[in-house]
């Protein structure tokens, strides 16, 4: 016997969030590009409709009309297939993370795993482009993408590892609900939130750490043989990412849903925003490390800083009990 | 670690400042009378074409876009027959604002030359001559130069004695 009312909620849920996703990754392109230029005393896009919100659509016409263009140098298949991989590999991220009670497309106990597997896909995407493209530009963006992903990865899993000895589960919901019961997870895990947030944003290859793609130096990097639609899918592809990285920020450390006064919606969708514009200033105001820092940093201080968290929650938690 | 947080906050409060873009078409603004913008032709002050056709800007022009032709009218100045700039190849460099011995030519601050056609970047001496004297209010090159024209005989200029006679010289 099918329950018609909860597989239409089901549904109304994985369309809601596919399409709301898509939407809000889109719109922060003119978000991004507004904020960048109040923090640069410039005004951003302002003239296509109402505070040139209707500068996405226009860019979209735009990028759908331009030729579709595949390399004769490339290896066809793979440069077709990489941009769909970052593309799937994030939107399925949306699927574990619970935006309301009850507001959640799957809820697997696992989600947690789950998210940093799919963020681990993310790096063929990255890779297989720049390998395929079959240009040196975009196979030193590949290389130095795979190297920084991969380095980042490993702190980021475990950085996170604090908060599930916290709340003893993998599940995001049952973290939120520990979270809504007790005190968020930032003032206990305040170092495992800085190095998640440090992680996330090389994860995502945001600006401080856009070495694969570090325009002055690699032209674009891993995306510099893509136009048309499939570059639009990497550059969505990364709008994605930020806002995923800035919803997973909240559910884990700030309590996701939980607040009072407001709808627990509102309350996730304010969090995240916060967080969204942090990146952004980010972006903004930090000027890129070299590739050794980077490498030095990441390998050399923040992996053993988070293992050292991991060892004094542990520790704690194991004399508190 | 701290520097990093403190750009962070020099760059965040940069979002309460006013914004120094300058809406260009719809907020006008005034650029300095010196601006490097179209080029024009001015007159002098009795309202005669300064321009003797004397081909110095054509000569300092880097890229080759005036080109003019000489010739003299009915009291003996020189102006030039035609005078044409094409404002497709000018780069608004200036230098034949400075070759130009007379003030004739000189650049202005309008800068928002715009045409449908190519052809209609090339600027004939009609469109480029204007009823003023530019930046210069008071110079007059026939006035102080010591060149017969009609109406203005040898030694009739100003800072200028009259001729002598060479041979009420000889011992």
């Given at each position: ?8 909620w089901?549904l ?16 922060l392109?003119?978000?991004e ?9 410039r005004?951003?896009p302002?003239v ?8 996405v659509?226009?860019?979209m016409v ?5 030729e ?7 290896d066809?298949?793979?440069?077709v ?6 593309m799937?590999?994030v939107?399925?991220?949306f ?12 809820n697997l ?5 789950f998210?940093?597997a ?10 297989l482009?720049g ?6 530009y ?5 290389v130095?993408a795979?190297?920084?992903?991969l ?6 899993g ?5 908060v ?6 993998f599940?995001?919901a ?9 005190i ?12 998640f947030?440090i992680a ?7 600006l401080p750490?856009?070495?694969p793609?570090?325009e002055?130096e690699?032209v674009a ?5 893509y136009?048309?639609?499939k ?17 997973m920020i909240?559910t884990l450390?700030?309590?996701g849903?939980s ?9 996730f ?5 916060f967080?969204v514009?942090?990146?952004?200033l980010?972006r ?11 490498m030095?940093?990441g390998?050399k201080?923040l992996l053993?800083?988070?293992l050292l968290n ?9 004399a508190?009990? | ?6 750009t962070l ?15 260009y078409?719809?907020?006008?603004f ?5 601006w ?9 002050p009795?309202g ?13 022009c880097?890229?080759?876009c005036?080109?003019l032709q ?7 100045r020189?102006i ?5 700039v ?9 230098y034949?604002e400075?070759?130009?011995p007379?003030?004739?030519?000189q650049l ?7 045409e449908y056609?190519?052809?209609n970047?090339?600027?004939e ?11 210069y209010?008071?110079y007059?090159?026939?006035?102080v130069a010591?060149?017969k024209?009609?109406g203005?005989?040898k030694?009739e ?15």
């Amino acid at each position: 016997m099918i329950d018609w009312a909860d597989t239409v909620w089901r549904l109304f849920t994985v369309f809601a969030v596919l399409i709301g996703a898509l939407l809000v990754a889109a719109g922060l392109i003119w978000v991004e590009r507004r904020l960048l230029a109040l923090f640069q005393n410039r005004y951003g896009p302002n003239v296509v409709g109402p505070f040139g919100t209707l500068q996405v659509v226009a860019d979209m016409v735009k990028i759908f009309t331009k030729e579709d263009w595949v390399p004769p140098f490339a290896d066809k298949s793979v440069f077709v297939l990489a941009p769909t991989i970052i593309m799937a590999a994030v939107l399925l991220s949306f699927a574990v993370i619970p935006f309301a009670p009850g507001f959640q497309v799957v809820n697997l106990n696992v989600g947690l795993l789950f998210f940093l597997a799919m963020s681990s896909m993310g790096v063929y995407s990255v890779v297989l482009g720049g390998w395929s493209s079959n240009s040196k530009y975009s196979l030193l963006g590949g290389v130095r993408a795979a190297a920084q992903m991969l380095s980042y990865e490993v702190f980021m899993g475990l950085s996170l590892m604090g908060v599930v000895l916290l709340a003893g589960s993998f599940d995001l919901a049952t973290i939120v609900d520990a979270q809504a019961r007790g005190i968020w997870y930032v003032v206990p895990q305040i170092v495992g939130f800085v190095v998640f947030l440090i992680a996330g944003s090389a994860e995502t290859r945001r600006l401080p750490f856009d070495l694969p793609e570090a325009e002055s130096e690699l032209v674009a990097g891993f995306h510099a043989e893509y136009s048309g639609m499939k570059f639009g899918m990497f550059y969505v592809g990364e709008y994605l990412g930020i806002t995923l990285l800035s919803a997973m920020i909240a559910t884990l450390f700030f309590g996701g849903w939980s607040g009072p006064l407001l709808p627990p919606f509102l309350w996730f969708v304010v969090k995240a925003a916060f967080f969204v514009g942090l990146f952004i200033l980010l972006r903004g105001s930090l000027p890129r490390p070299r590739y050794d820092q980077l490498m030095a940093w990441g390998w050399k201080f923040l992996l053993p800083l988070s293992l050292l968290n991991l060892l004094v929650t542990g520790a704690v938690i194991l004399a508190m009990a | 670690m701290f520097s990093l947080l403190r750009t962070l906050w020099l760059v965040f409060k940069h979002a309460f400042s006013p914004r120094i873009t300058v809406r260009y078409p719809q907020q006008v603004f005034t650029l300095p009378p010196r601006w490097r913008g179209r080029i024009i032709l001015s007159r002098d002050p009795d309202g005669q074409e300064r321009c003797v056709a004397c081909y110095l800007c054509a000569v300092a022009c880097p890229v080759n876009c005036i080109s003019l032709q000489a010739t003299e009218d009915e009291t003996g100045r020189r102006i030039p027959a035609f005078f044409r700039v094409n404002f497709s190849r000018c780069i608004f460099c200036g230098y034949c604002e400075e070759a130009c011995p007379t003030y004739a030519i000189q650049l202005t601050p309008d800068f928002d030359l715009s045409e449908y056609r190519r052809p209609n970047m090339v600027y004939e001496k009609e469109d480029l001559l204007i009823s003023g004297p530019g930046k210069y209010h008071d110079y007059n090159y026939w006035r102080v130069a010591g060149v017969k024209v009609g109406g203005k005989d040898k030694g009739e200029a100003e800072n200028e004695m009259p001729p002598v006679d060479v041979r009420t010289l000889l011992p």
